[in-house]
């Protein structure tokens, strides 16, 4: 149990990467950059990214976690001294911010995966469309620091369960009209 706080904490700045386009979108922040990333170009017919991977997103995504980023390294002499599994000293802000341009940039790579195999913009690809953020937040702080591969594959197993049982809640909510 301790080891899955350990994760969550350290993920956060991803969750609000992954979560920042969708509450962006409902509550209709940024419209003026609700333009695609992928400018509406085609490759061999299809949609490089899809309508799906905004502008506003992407700029969302690395705000919210510049923002959670920051408050962990200001709480970091505040929170139990098990939980950090890196250093929440000031250098910690960059990798939080990496995270989660990873995170975004992750899941972008991932719906550029699914419009080559032809899944449209918004259909479920279950589980790559629940862990493309954790690899990107991986790779890109990975520049920073490198967790060992078993604690990897747990933080991959950890937010797929989790961001299935958020979509499901949000979809019940209304916030997504696909799960
Ligand atoms: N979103 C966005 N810009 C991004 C990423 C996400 O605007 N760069 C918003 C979109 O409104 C998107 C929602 O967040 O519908 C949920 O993101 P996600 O589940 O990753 O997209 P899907 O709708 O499943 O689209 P895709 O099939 O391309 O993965
Ligand atoms: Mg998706």
């Not at 003026?32 to 997103?57: F, S």
């Not at 449209?120 to 967790?147: E, H, K, N, V």
């Not at 961001?163 to 499901?168: F, L």
Request: hydrophobic letters at 55%; one cysteine or more; aromatic letters at 10%.
């Amino acid at each position: 149990m301790p080891l899955i706080a350990q994760l969550f904490y350290l993920f956060l700045p991803a969750y609000a990467a992954n979560s920042a386009p969708v509450i962006g979108k409902c509550l209709g922040w940024l419209t003026g950059l609700n333009a695609p990333l992928d400018q509406g170009k085609t490759w061999h017919g299809r949609e490089v990214l899809g309508k799906h991977k905004t502008v506003r997103g992407l700029v969302l995504a690395i705000a919210a976690a510049s923002i959670v980023a920051c408050a962990q390294v200001v709480l970091s002499s505040s929170i139990p001294q098990w939980l950090p599994l890196v250093r929440y000293d000031v250098f910690f802000w960059p990798t939080g911010v990496l995270m989660g341009l990873g995170a975004i940039l992750g899941d972008a790579a991932e719906s550029g995966i699914k419009r080559l195999l032809g899944i449209p913009a918004g259909q479920l690809w279950w589980p790559f469309d629940y862990f493309d953020y954790t690899l990107g937040a991986l790779l890109l702080s990975g520049l920073a620091w490198r967790l060992p591969v078993t604690l990897m594959a747990m933080a991959i197993v950890l937010n797929v369960v989790l961001t299935t049982a958020t979509n499901a809640a949000a979809k019940r909510l209304d916030l997504k009209d696909q799960l």
